[in-house]
């Protein structure tokens, strides 16, 4: 099994146990808190399973219809998931606003402190896993996927100290308890929604990237130069334009085996899917 498919299988079925866990028990004990954080869980069930089409998709080779490949598919899946969960925190805000207003109160028991505990261990083990994955593959996909676990530990953070303000007497715990929920997947959501918006429209990459590409140009042997350097994303990786200046004594051969050298320890970069090389003949075809 590719690598990039384990986190998010672990995601699937870890969401679910863990949704169908406390909307379970949130309903037994008519916590909105409880069963807000159930169904923040299941809605990273959702993405996962969405997460999991989009790598299907965005690994699949080029072909007639989509020559550099299907890259774009990954940032644009991830962006679906960042919607979806800002509708999740939207609902949860009003049912739990609702909640502080009418003043309800509710009993708290041992199970219930249990699950949530659980739950915070559980979806922190999620989330280091799937970032260290998504990191040293550079996938848009997995790193949303583990923010999406990291809002989970956050809320369920949130949902703990509440049960126990309401088992102190605190009416109102479990309803603020929910409305820092919806606001902590608020806040991801828009994070998520924002990269991958960058991803899917060709934003240039940061001045840190541009470095790395010159300096890997440039340690090749001839090239005396690097200008029009130009690069955007395409999916989560760079496509890259540049053009190099080789000394005017070389050979034609000589010089694409210079460009060919420059090509290949550009794409080395993990930044980098496919560059796009120019040759110049210092003082005569450089500006």
């Known amino acids: 099994m590719d690598e990039a498919y384990r986190p998010i299988i672990v995601s ?13 028990i949130g309903v037994m004990s008519s916590s909105i808190a409880l069963i807000s954080d159930g169904i923040h869980s299941l809605s990273d069930l959702v993405t996962s399973i969405i997460g999991f089409v989009g790598v299907k998709i965005a690994k699949r080779p080029p072909d007639s219809t989509h020559p550099f490949g299907h890259s774009r598919f990954e940032p644009l899946f991830a962006f679906f998931m960042g919607e979806l969960l800002l509708i999740v925190a939207y609902e949860i805000f009003r049912d739990s606003l609702e909640r ?8 708290v ?13 559980a979806k922190e083990a999620m989330t280091q896993y799937a970032l260290i994955v998504g ?40 309803g603020v308890a929910g409305v820092i929920v919806s606001l902590f997947i608020a806040k991801v959501a828009i994070e998520i929604i924002l990269e991958n918006v960058n991803y899917l429209t060709g934003r240039s990459p940061p001045s840190e990237v541009y470095r790395k590409i010159e300096e890997a140009a440039l340690s090749v042997k001839n090239v005396l130069g690097v200008h029009d350097l130009r690069a955007h994303y395409v999916g989560s990786k760079l496509h890259v334009e540049l053009h190099i200046e080789v000394p005017p004594n070389l050979t034609l051969l000589e010089a694409h085996d210079v460009s060919e050298e420059v090509k290949r320890r550009v794409e080395m ?14 003082g005569l075809t450089s500006p």
């Open 12 to 24: 699937i079925v870890g969401n679910l146990l863990l949704a169908v866990l406390k909307i379970t």
């Open 135 to 174: 990191r040293r593959l550079n996938n848009a996909i997995l790193i949303a996927d583990a923010y999406h676990h990291r809002s989970d530990v956050l809320s369920t953070i949130a949902v703990l100290v509440g049960l126990l303000f309401e088992k102190v007497g605190i009416k109102w715990g479990d």
């Open 109 to 121: 028991t041992s199970m219930m402190i249990g699950v949530a505990l659980l739950s915070i261990f």
């Open 269 to 282: 970069l993990p930044e980098v899917d496919v560059a796009f090389v120019h040759v110049d003949i210092k």
């Open 100 to 107: 502080i207003i009418h003043g309800v109160i509710i009993e």
